[in-house]
C-alpha cells in the first residue's frame, strides 16, 4: 500500500509511518492537510516537480484582530514538531498560510529564487528558526510570516510588498531581531512597520546595506528613496553638507530633526509614487548641483 494520497498531482495525505520521507516527482501540489501534525517527521525532501505548497483553508490577509487569526487552521506541515530544516525548491511558487506554523525544532529554512509568495503565518512559531534570506523573486510577504519565530538575522534580497491590515503588518513581530538586511529604499517604506525592525531603519548604526560594514546614526530618507541606495555620489554630497554645514548651526539641526521625524512617513505613503519620484529627484538633483559647485565632493563619504 502506498504511503502517499496522490490525485490529479495534488499529494493529499501522507499515511506512513517513516521519519523521512521523500515526496514523489508526480506530485506538483503539497496539499493543506498532507503532512498536518505528523509529529514523528523529521526530514522531508520536496522534488522540483513542486509548484504550491498549499495553506489553510482560510488563506487571507485580512484578519483584523488575534482571535480570528487563530482560528484560521492549518496548513501542510502544521504541528510538525519533529522536523529540523526544510529546502524549498526553485520550482515551488507558493508557500501558503500556516504552512509550516509551529515546527518549533526547525533551525534551517532554505528559500530558492523563484518563490513568489509567502503566506499568513507561513513560519508562525517556529521558534529555533534564528536566520532567514528571503530571494530576490519573492514579491508578497503575508502578514504573521515569521511572528513569534526565533530569527534573530534578516536579509531580504529583493524589494517584496508586505501584506498590512489598516496600515499594521505584524510580519516579523515577536522576532528578537538582531540584523536585519535589505535595500534601503525597501527599508525606507517598511523599516516602522513592526516593532521589532524600528530600529533597524534605513542609514541605522546596524544595516547601511552596503556591504561597507561601516556604521552610521542618520539617514538620508528621501534620497535613499530617489537616488536608491544611501550610498552613491548624490547621496554623499547631500549627507557632508548636512554634517559640514547645517549640523553646525541652530536652524540647521532643528532642519534635520523636522527632516527625519516627516520624511520616513512621506516616503512610507508616496514613496513608490511616480510624481513623488519625480517632485523629489528635480528639487535633489538641483541641489545637488549647487553644492558640488560650491565643493561639496560626490566621493565616499563616513557619517559623522
Known amino acids: 500500500m502506498s504511503d502517499f494520497i496522490i490525485r490529479a498531482g495534488v499529494l493529499e495525505k501522507y499515511i506512513g509511518a517513516s521519519t523521512e520521507v521523500i515526496i514523489p516527482n508526480s506530485v506538483i501540489t503539497i496539499g493543506r492537510d498532507a503532512f498536518t501534525d505528523c509529529k514523528n517527521l523529521t526530514s522531508i525532501k520536496i522534488p522540483d516537480s513542486v509548484i504550491e505548497i498549499e495553506g489553510s483553508v482560510y488563506d487571507l490577509d485580512k484578519y483584523d484582530d488575534i482571535f480570528m487569526y487563530m482560528l484560521a487552521g492549518k496548513g501542510a506541515f502544521t504541528g510538525c514538531w519533529s522536523l529540523t530544516e526544510i529546502e524549498i525548491p526553485s520550482s515551488v511558487k507558493s508557500i501558503g498560510s500556516h504552512a509550516f506554523k509551529g515546527c518549533g525544532k526547525i533551525t534551517n529554512v532554505v528559500l530558492h529564487d523563484g518563490l513568489e509568495h509567502i503566506g499568513l503565518g507561513a513560519f508562525e512559531g517556529c ?5 532567514i534570506t528571503i530571494p530576490e523573486s519573492v514579491k508578497t510577504i503575508g502578514r504573521w510570516a515569521f511572528y513569534d519565530s526565533g530569527l534573530k538575522k534578516v536579509q531580504i534580497l529583493g524589494y517584496p ?23 534601503e529604499r525597501w527599508k525606507s517604506k517598511y ?7 524600528k530600529e533597524y531603519g534605513p542609514g541605522s548604526k546596524e544595516n547601511t546595506s552596503n556591504g561597507s560594514g561601516r556604521s552610521s546614526t542618520s539617514g538620508c530618507y528621501i534620497a535613499t528613496s530617489v537616488y536608491g541606495a544611501y550610498d552613491c555620489p548624490e547621496v554623499w554630497t547631500l549627507r557632508r553638507f548636512r554634517d559640514y554645514y547645517l ?3 541652530m536652524f540647521g539641526r532643528a532642519f534635520i530633526r523636522i527632516y527625519y521625524a516627516i520624511s520616513p512617513k512621506l516616503v512610507r505613503w508616496f514613496g513608490d509614487a511616480v510624481w513623488f519620484q519625480k517632485i523629489w529627484r528635480n528639487i535633489l538633483n538641483y541641489l545637488v548641483d549647487k553644492l558640488q559647485k560650491n565643493g561639496y565632493k560626490s566621493t565616499p563619504y563616513e557619517d559623522q
Open 127 to 131: 521558534r529555533s528558526l534564528i536566520n
Open 161 to 183: 510588498t508586505l501584506s498590512t491590515y489598516n496600515g499594521s503588518n505584524d510580519t516579523f513581530e515577536g522576532c528578537p531581531i538582531e540584523y536585519f538586511d535589505a535595500p
Open 191 to 197: 523599516w516602522n512597520f513592526a516593532d521589532c525592525l
Open 247 to 249: 549640523s553646525r548651526t
